[in-house]
């Protein structure tokens, strides 16, 4: 793909035979309850994209017509009577590790749990090292071909956290290598500072001491350097406790930067503590305690669900999807892209997970994995809809209903991908 600072031409985007444009008139909020199942569809569509945004989109016969084509001069790409919808948003991923961790995955098929392999040195642990060892311009390279990975899969919106540092410096130059891939890729990536993903070996019998380094110096360092828009903490037996994530939470909003937090992964956690810090997102959310929906649902706080983790780790549990969203709660999908329980670059294998194992139906899966999915990242002006003034990102795929994304699995039916107006090489 092109780099980022390319000049994107002027693109008509003709014969689209179903144009998801998840418009909501007049809504600034994330989709609830019925509201997911609202794409806006228009047939027989057209779109127009200059300057990296959306100019006009809708029907065919009323694009041609419309006064920007005197003004630019477009590059017409016939769709083929193909599906086109926002380009994914994808609000969860860890692309910065060195190395896939082969040999937990070898013991879960040997019937090890996550915290078996965990307790044993394996997980998050297990890829400190070879992070703290590479170099920055490595974990740019790997993180960079992460993000070509899911382009190709029609996301166009990357949430990208560090957390397998777990130092002050190795946790920074995660982030650098986040921004250094992020200039080298055309679409767009929202760096997370993911300091409180485990503790360290090193701080083993002192996780205190450990709290009080990423309160202390983690944060201000990354705040100062404006190397992240977030922060998040992995709540959960084993990481940090919702006492700890309080902490932390306090030390972000100081330094402005916003909160998010994966919790009720393999446990039941109390969300309601963390309700006070208005976090963009709460993730997984497998175990979250039902009397607690109803509080969830009267918060804009996204519920992120990552089914990818629950398919790789072998559980037969899935995120609550039905019970959130009949609650009223806000939901998001992600691939939560990561080398120990989810390495998938792929959102229509999750939208396939959110259908099948999730009873989302293929309406839902798409608007939480576009719209939420930019609530999710506090984008939500410029992401996750199709519609004029909004950044171009479209993605355009080689079916002829909408449906067929979910129900195709396993492969990759993205035709063309268009990330902040440029078209991507998806041959």
């Avoid at 922060?231 to 909160?259: H, N, P, T, W």
């Avoid at 629950?310 to 990561?338: E, H, Q």
Wanted: glycine fraction near 8%; aromatic fraction near 8%; proline fraction near 5%.
């Amino acid at each position: 793909m092109k780099k980022k600072g390319n000049n994107p031409k002027p693109l008509l985007l003709t014969n689209i035979g179903q144009l998801l444009t998840l418009r909501a008139a007049g809504s600034s909020v994330a989709r609830r309850g019925q509201e997911l199942k609202e794409l806006a569809l228009i047939q027989d569509a057209a779109a127009l994209c200059a300057d990296g945004k959306i100019v006009a989109a809708g029907k065919q016969r009323e694009i041609l017509r419309h006064p920007a084509r005197k003004k630019f001069k477009f590059v017409e790409l016939d769709c083929g009577q193909r599906v086109a919808l926002p380009g994914f948003v994808d609000s969860h991923t860890h692309p910065v590790f060195a190395a896939p961790r082969l040999l937990d995955f070898e013991r879960r098929i040997a019937g090890a749990s996550y915290e078996d392999i965990a307790a044993a040195g394996g997980g998050i642990r297990s890829s400190v090292d070879a992070v703290r060892k590479a170099s920055r311009k490595q974990l740019a390279q790997f993180a960079l071909n992460a993000f070509e990975e899911m382009a190709h899969c029609g996301t166009t919106t990357i949430e990208a956290k560090s957390g397998y540092g777990l130092s002050v410096e190795a946790e920074i130059k995660s982030l650098e290598g986040i921004r250094d891939a992020a200039a080298e890729f055309p679409g767009t990536v929202v760096p997370t500072l993911l300091g409180a993903h485990v503790v360290p070996s090193e701080f083993r019998n002192k996780p205190e001491k450990y709290l009080r380094q990423i309160t202390g110096e983690m944060i201000p360092r990354v705040a100062r350097k404006k190397l992240a828009r977030f922060v998040d903490v992995f709540i959960e037996r084993g990481a940090f406790c919702v006492g700890d994530a309080e902490q932390i939470f306090e030390m972000a909003k100081k330094y402005s930067l916003g909160v998010r937090a994966h919790v009720c992964q393999l446990s039941a956690n109390e969300v309601w503590p963390l309700l006070r810090f208005a976090p963009a997102s709460l993730d997984h959310m497998d175990y979250v305690n039902d009397e607690e929906i109803p509080q969830l649902a009267k918060h804009h706080t996204i519920a992120t669900l990552v089914p990818g983790a629950n398919y790789f780790l072998g559980l037969n549990r899935f995120p609550p999807a039905r019970k959130l969203i009949d609650a009223g709660v806000p939901v998001a999908l992600a691939t939560d892209f990561n080398p120990g329980s989810s390495p998938t670059s792929s959102m229509q294998f999750v939208l396939s997970l959110a259908c099948t194992q999730m009873q989302m139906s293929p309406a839902e899966a798409i608007a939480a994995a576009t719209i939420n999915g930019a609530y999710a990242l506090s984008l939500a002006d410029r992401k996750g809809s199709i519609e004029e003034n909004k950044d171009a990102d479209l993605a355009i795929f080689d079916v002829k209903d909408y449906c067929e994304i979910a129900y195709w699995f396993g492969g990759n039916k993205c035709w063309k991908v268009i990330l902040n107006g440029m078209l991507g090489a998806n041959d």
